[in-house]
């Protein structure tokens, strides 16, 4: 089944304590991004990668840091979260001429 | 930057009746993409619609459809014989064929669907 895995779904933090969390995709698309979703903000993006080794910001990128070494992966890294981090995030996928395919979302909260 | 715009922040309609979501946005590009998701209780996101800007038909799927006006720069989707699954927050999207593939998305429309 073509999908995007994302993990964890829920995930409870203190603030500063490093975490990572995983997206991957089976569709060999190339473009891949990270979204946080507030409520009245919509959909922002986070950052983007085009391809292997290939990626850049988006929007609102402070705070976050991701890596794409393998063309299915591309994890979301928070070095030091905080509490203006607590959102629910997405991982999404696409092949060029297509719209997205989005993981299941993970609602982190930082206390 | 292209912006999208989702001037409904909450809608509401009767079961079995229709009803039109508005979306606008902004763009100097003459070829992209327009997506409408849907976004449920159980927060996935799931692709609903999608108009390929060179094409003059609007698309259909289902009880889905859509009114693309592209000299008026809008994107409106109107669900037919609403269904109280379709009760969602609902997000247009916008595609870029030139710029990085980029993908632009309004602040969504909140959907409730009254029995």
């Known amino acids: 089944e073509a999908q995007v895995t994302q993990n964890p779904r829920y995930l409870i933090t203190v603030t500063g304590k490093k975490l990572t969390v995983t997206c991957s995709q089976n569709?060999?698309?190339?473009?891949m991004s990270w979204y946080r979703q507030d409520p009245g903000l919509g959909l922002r993006q986070i950052y983007y990668?085009?391809?292997?080794?290939?990626?850049d910001k988006g929007d609102v990128p402070e705070g976050y840091k991701v890596s794409r070494k393998e063309k299915r992966n591309f994890p979301l890294i928070l070095e030091s979260p905080s509490p203006n981090q607590t959102s629910l995030y997405f991982c999404?996928?696409?092949?060029?001429?297509?719209?997205?395919?989005f993981g299941s979302g993970t609602r982190l909260t930082v206390v | 930057a292209q912006t999208v715009t989702q001037s409904q922040p909450e809608m509401s309609v009767q079961e079995a009746e229709t009803v039109t979501l508005s979306c606008t946005y902004d763009?100097?590009?003459?070829?992209?993409?327009l997506f409408w998701y849907k976004q449920p209780p159980s927060r996935q996101m799931i692709l609903v619609i999608r108009?390929?800007?060179?094409?003059?038909q609007n698309a259909t799927e289902n009880r889905f459809s859509v009114n693309f006006q592209k000299a008026a720069k809008s994107f409106s989707l109107k669900i037919s014989d609403s269904q109280l699954g379709d009760a969602a927050m609902y997000f247009c999207?916008?595609?870029?064929?030139?710029?990085?593939?980029?993908?632009?998305f309004g602040t969504g429309t909140s959907l409730t669907v009254i029995p």
């Open positions: 999404a996928s696409s092949g060029t001429d297509y719209g997205y395919t």
């Open positions: 569709m060999n698309h190339e473009y």
């Open positions: 990668s085009m391809n292997v080794e290939v990626t």
């Open positions: 763009t100097s590009e003459s070829d992209y993409y």
């Open positions: 108009q390929e800007a060179y094409k003059q």
């Open positions: 999207a916008y595609r870029s064929r030139y710029t990085g593939n980029q993908f632009y």
